[in-house]
């Protein structure tokens, strides 16, 4: 009876390992060592049914599980004086089944923040890391949504405040006062000076102010902001009350800049953002305006307005690969006989206007071919601008006081600053600025200490960990390392969130004429000096800032 049963076809014949896992767990097998004993010292079977019985079918496929690459196992032992397909079938079996899966590896609770930051950043673009530590690292424009210092140091200076310590940072704030901080800081935790100049480095001004609303991003943030509520959405007369308020508070912000008293602020509209810096930062002698990023129909509804733009980015990508054909191009024939005209992107030509089709009427078919609309030939003609829509290379810099102006009155009446669809139909763009202004209100960002375990080559060492969240500006940025420097000991890592369309903020505008000094509105000096300068980063922002006895090294 046993024999038909044999002959039949398994049901998981085709996967194989599930059928094995299978015989492995049928009881009596392994379950009582003396039996197993008994079975093996049993002499063996002879005849070629028994062994043909007690052979693995399964040995010679393909798709059987295999044995990881480890110590070689001796083999199972055949019992003396008889034949080796006598030993128990399980023997046989073993190592197919007690092959499983590779677990995943699960970090612990306490897993290493450091390798965990270099998870999340390990797709950077080009490492851009000074090949010698510097005393103070470039300016960055963008805004940063998170930023995580790490020490080995406690943070326990910058947490529970007094409220002695969190009004006199206030008051230094409103007031525009240096703070004056020592080179190196005892006990931070004792510090006054350090706690108050800490509280005072968190604060930003912001319009319109709506609690419940997440006001920053915008770019993006309509699933944030969905289900909101929003009474002004259906309520044409509350829309106009909040635009008017908003320009009051826009233009309130354009003065105070033209006047040298607010360094910058940002336009973070629901379709683009604006960067404003008054004369003498980022190494231009003008005033300056960056919107990014752009489209095609805001472009040609700012040149129908007058002003005077220009697509640095996308300049400098043309130049570039203009250079890169040129010298390909001598590389390739160095008796300069060609011509270059055609390297690079191709400028549109005029023949593909209405007078190109003028040989469809020589052939008589011009009434039986479709001609394409002006639109479309037009279009045509500009794919090469319509191509870097919603890219960084879409960015435009207005430069000169006539330009900015005009900008200003281009951006209250310009209808696309506000969405008419969506959670944020009828919301004016959000204002963030450094100073005070009209109708601004004062914010901080949101600060909290960690600590953990951090994993090293001889084991585990704890880390401390500083979290701020916010739109951290490129001033609370500066502010926060000039504290952290002598607190920390001059040792600490920071992780960089930033804002990725507002990285392409970080293209240098033109060098012309004499820098101008700004007065110290409120900012340190050594802030100023750094936003000052001429941006490097190009359309990159900064991802890791490291700070080295003293010196910084970063990545972008």
Not at 201 to 227: E, I, T
Not at 371 to 389: A, Y
Request: one cysteine or more; glycine letters at 6%; aromatic letters at 6%.
């Amino acid at each position: 009876m046993a024999a038909p049963a044999e002959l039949r076809h398994s049901p998981g014949f085709k996967k194989p390992p599930a059928l094995l896992r299978l015989k492995r767990k049928r009881p009596g097998r392994r379950s009582d060592p003396a039996a197993a004993a008994e079975a093996a010292a049993a002499p063996a079977p002879r005849g070629p049914s028994a062994a043909a019985r007690r052979r693995n079918p399964f040995s010679s496929l393909d798709n059987a599980p295999q044995r990881a690459a480890t110590a070689p196992q001796p083999p199972a032992a055949a019992p003396a004086g008889g034949d080796p397909s006598a030993a128990p079938f399980w023997q046989f079996l073993e190592p197919a089944c007690e092959e499983k899966p590779p677990r995943r590896a699960e970090p612990a609770e306490s897993s290493d923040i450091l390798s965990l930051s270099q998870d999340l950043h390990s797709p950077l673009a080009v490492a851009r890391a000074p090949s010698s530590p510097r005393q103070e690292f470039p300016a960055d424009w963008s805004i940063k949504t998170r930023v995580l210092f790490m020490s080995s140091q406690p943070f326990s200076w910058a947490e529970h405040l007094k409220a002695q310590e969190e009004a006199q940072g206030f008051a230094q704030h409103c007031r525009a006062t240096e703070p004056a901080l020592p080179q190196s800081v005892q006990e931070p935790r004792l510090s006054t000076e350090l706690r108050c100049a800490f509280q005072q480095s968190l604060v930003y001004w912001l319009h319109p102010s709506l609690p419940w609303l997440p006001l920053f991003p915008r770019l993006g943030a309509d699933r944030r902001m969905a289900g909101k509520a929003c009474p002004w959405a259906q309520d044409e007369a509350l829309q106009q009350v909040l635009m008017s308020d908003w320009s009051v508070s826009f233009t309130s912000l354009y003065n105070l800049l033209r006047a040298r008293l607010c360094p910058y602020f940002y336009v973070c509209a629901a379709q683009f953002s604006v960067l404003f810096r008054a004369a003498g930062l980022a190494g231009s002698a003008v005033p300056t305006a960056a919107i990014a990023p752009t489209t095609r129909g805001l472009r040609e509804a700012m040149r129908s307005e007058g002003i005077e733009f220009s697509l640095p980015l996308l300049e400098e990508s043309r130049a570039r690969k203009q250079k890169n054909s040129e010298e390909s191009l001598e590389t390739e024939t160095p008796g300069g006989g060609s011509s270059v005209e055609d390297a690079g992107e191709p400028a549109p030509s005029d023949d593909d206007d209405d007078g190109s089709f003028s040989w469809l009427e020589e052939m008589g078919v011009q009434d039986k071919v479709k001609k394409p609309d002006t639109i479309s030939i037009q279009l045509r003609k500009e794919k090469h601008e319509v191509q870097v829509d919603h890219r960084p290379e879409s960015l435009v810099l207005v430069r000169g006081s006539s330009n900015t102006f005009t900008l200003l009155n281009f951006l209250i009446s310009c209808r696309s600053l506000v969405a008419v669809a969506g959670p944020q139909a009828g919301l004016p763009p959000t204002l963030l600025a450094p100073v005070a202004f009209r109708g601004g209100t004062m914010h901080t960002l949101k600060a909290r200490t960690l600590s953990g375990r951090a994993r090293v080559p001889g084991g585990f060492e704890d880390t401390f960990s500083l979290e701020v969240l916010g739109p951290v500006l490129p001033h609370a940025l500066h502010a926060l390392t000039l504290l952290l420097g002598p607190a920390q000991r001059g040792s600490f890592r920071a992780l960089l969130s930033p804002h990725e369309p507002s990285a392409a903020f970080n293209a240098a505008p033109p060098q012309e004429g004499v820098q101008q000094e700004l007065p110290p509105c409120g900012l340190h000096p050594r802030t100023l000096d750094q936003l000052s300068q001429s941006p490097t980063l190009g359309k990159s922002s900064l991802h890791l800032l490291e700070m080295k006895d003293y010196c910084y090294t970063w990545r972008a």
